[in-house]
């Protein structure tokens, strides 16, 4: 992020086309979604906000997960010309709203009800200071767990709903010949499983307390260290080969019926479906052990920076109510494999696991259930994560650290900024 001396007074903007007395708005974006389903359902929103009477112009930036497209959006807003819009997520949003680069979308907001349309926790991450900068696409649940039924049923056992059970269920497996949990040993992949594990143990308010506050009793009490016991079980149903592979070759490992499950977030149902399988009857999505009262959520998001044109602004506009419209809603998250952000939404379309989700999506949100995904980006500071992913992953791969250490350097490295 930049520091505070390279805030700009005037932000360079693309100008729009003219034709005759009217403009029509040029709207670039900037965004890393460049294959398949993603790339079909930018197509789709490209020509939506044409049909607005706006010119889409395509800023696609691939690879990294996103980080090359924020390298270059960085030297762009340092060069004074920033996108219209960027896909950006979580408190990242804060960040780029402390520099003062960030548009007021209120009025729009406004107009289309979005307070009304979106839960109160997904709402106050698309704000900065109270003021709507940012237009939410979608929502992925990242405490799933993926299991294959055939694998159970051949090793006497049911789909654990509990961590207890989950222990019984995977000694059982391993006995009859099968690896009991794919995962793939990256730091991200550990750190998933990790915050499900919090999640599960001390349950949505002590996850809030501890992974999003960072508060440090939280951090350092009896249910971390709980926790850490808990996640450290984990490691000895993993295979050896586990180190270093992505995470759809593990998803691959529960399809195959190599391993029984695996836990991971929704993205990983798109893999089950290209193979031809079926939700509920070829592989089961259940909620992790423990999770089902709560829903770990990673929302993709757009930003809106400021701009000087008002043609552009009204582009800008058009753009972000095209991104909540239910139109784009459902069809993007049709190809993503997530569900729409937008509450009320009419489902028919959507597989039992969206379905699922989607209830407990709501549910959650008037529960109090619902909580940002810290392995995912949405509930810290990028620097403070990823000090903690790395005491997760220390543990997890046995550097000789206890349960109770554990939690200690946990709480330690939240501190970081």
Not at 162 to 185: C, L, N, P, R, S
């Amino acid at each position: 992020m930049m520091r505070s001396s390279m805030r700009l007074s005037v932000l360079a903007v693309a100008v729009g086309l003219a034709c005759g007395a009217a403009q029509a708005a040029e709207v670039e974006v900037l965004h890393w979604w460049t294959s398949g389903g993603e790339a079909k359902s930018v197509a789709e929103l490209k020509k939506m906000l044409e049909a607005k009477g706006d010119t889409w112009k395509d800023f696609a930036v691939a690879g990294g997960a996103g980080e090359n497209a924020m390298t270059v959006l960085k030297s762009r807003v340092v060069s004074g010309n920033p996108p219209v819009a960027a896909q950006i997520k979580g408190p990242s949003i804060q960040e780029w709203g402390a520099e003062g680069v960030l548009a007021n979308i209120d009025a729009t907001a406004s107009a289309e009800k979005w307070d009304q349309l979106l839960p109160p926790g997904v709402a106050t991450i698309m704000k900065y200071k109270g003021h709507y900068v940012a237009a939410p696409v979608n929502v992925h649940r990242v405490n799933w767990m993926w299991a294959n039924p055939e694998v159970f049923k051949k090793a006497g056992v049911a789909i654990p709903k509990t961590w207890d059970e989950f222990e019984k269920a995977a000694d059982k497996i391993q006995k009859a010949g099968f690896i009991a949990v794919a995962h793939g040993g990256q730091p991200w992949q550990d750190f998933t499983i990790f915050e499900t594990v919090v999640l599960g143990v001390g349950g949505p308010a002590f996850y809030k307390k501890s992974l999003v506050d960072l508060d440090q009793a939280s951090l350092n009490s009896p249910t971390m260290v709980k926790a850490f016991e808990t996640f450290g079980k984990i490691h000895k149903y993993v295979d050896k080969d586990s180190p270093n592979r992505d995470w759809n070759l593990a998803t691959a490992m529960v399809i195959n019926g190599k391993a029984a499950m695996q836990f991971m977030g929704d993205w990983a149902k798109g893999e089950f479906t290209a193979a031809g399988k079926v939700p509920g009857k070829d592989f089961i999505c259940a909620p992790a052990p423990g999770t089902d009262k709560g829903y770990t959520f990673n929302v993709d998001s757009f930003v809106m920076f400021k701009q000087s044109n008002p043609e552009v602004a009204k582009g800008q506009a058009d753009l972000a109510a095209a991104i909540m419209s239910p139109e784009f809603q459902e069809v993007f998250n049709l190809n993503k494999g997530s569900i729409p952000v937008r509450l009320g939404m009419k489902m028919d379309k959507f597989d039992d696991c969206a379905k699922r989700s989607s209830n407990d999506f709501v549910a959650t949100s008037k529960s109090g259930g619902l909580v940002p995904s810290i392995a995912h980006g949405m509930a810290v500071p990028s620097a403070t994560a990823g000090a903690m992913q790395d005491v997760v992953t220390q543990f997890f791969n046995g550097t000789g650290m206890s349960p109770k250490q554990a939690a200690e350097k946990l709480a330690s490295a939240a501190k970081t900024k």
